[in-house]
């Protein structure tokens, strides 16, 4: 946790980075996501899990309407609108928190920005190749922070996994600022469970720190490793029993400089997080 920033939304809701981690609650609406598809896919059950997520300890909830498990198909931005609205509203007329958007289409950026979503998620980093440049036009244009993570085609890299992903999120960083972004929009992603293999998910979260500066200059950087298959396969988990991996690898990224997790289980991760930082911060108080 290297970089303070701090947002003020148009609703008057507020976000502080570097005094804390802060955690991020998944609330997926889809039916199909990998962990917990169809199980909050009515307004009234997604409104209850939102409850519970701000009672639990999170700091923002993070809602998405298409899943991005492994082999999904992605679906035009017109239906993805049609499923995402009907949640967004309820969740943003019944948020104490800030709300991010998960999408990597502009014109559902667009829409949910319109909406009033606080913050984009985009899994492409604004490099989507079928809408070369939208994205960071979208973000440009309101003004949100956008989570920027790193993804490719594939698990073959050319050489260091850490000099590629620097170079993409180089590259998102000059689509961001040609189309006008400001570099406060900018949060980070290493994108554990995309475009890698188990073995270089433990690399990259291993070498995690490596990313926090990028062409020079710091940003925060989101840790999403929530329930991710590398745990699974490295400890023969099924998908409901990878809590506490999920934990184990938040730990370890906030010691290497994670402002953010997103999570499934937000209360024992929220303590889990919390004790972390009282831990690393003691020697500052003395």
Known sequence: MTVARNYTFADGKTLTLGERTLVMGILNVTPDS?????QFNTVDKALRHLEEMVADGADIIDV???????GFVTMPASEEIERLMPFLEAVLKNSPVPVSVDTFKAETAREAA???AH???DIWGLQYEKEPGAMAKVAAECGLPVIVM???NGTEYSGDIIESMQAFFRESLRIG???GMKDEQFIFDPGIGFGKTAEQN???LRRQEELLTVAGQEYPLLLANSRK????KTLDLPVDERMEATGASCVIGIMKGASIVRVHDVKPIVRMCRMTDVILRSGENG
């Not at 998405?64 to 492994?70: L, Q």
């Not at 298959?229 to 699974?232: D, E, H, L, M, R």
């Open 34 to 38: 990998f962990s917990d598809g169809g």
């Open 64 to 70: 998405g309407a298409e899943s991005s498990r492994p």
């Open 114 to 116: 319109k909406a009033g």
């Open 119 to 121: 913050i984009l998620n």
């Open 150 to 152: 790193h993804n490719q």
């Open 177 to 179: 600022r040609e189309a």
């Open 202 to 204: 433990v690399e990259v």
């Open 229 to 232: 298959s590398f745990i699974g």
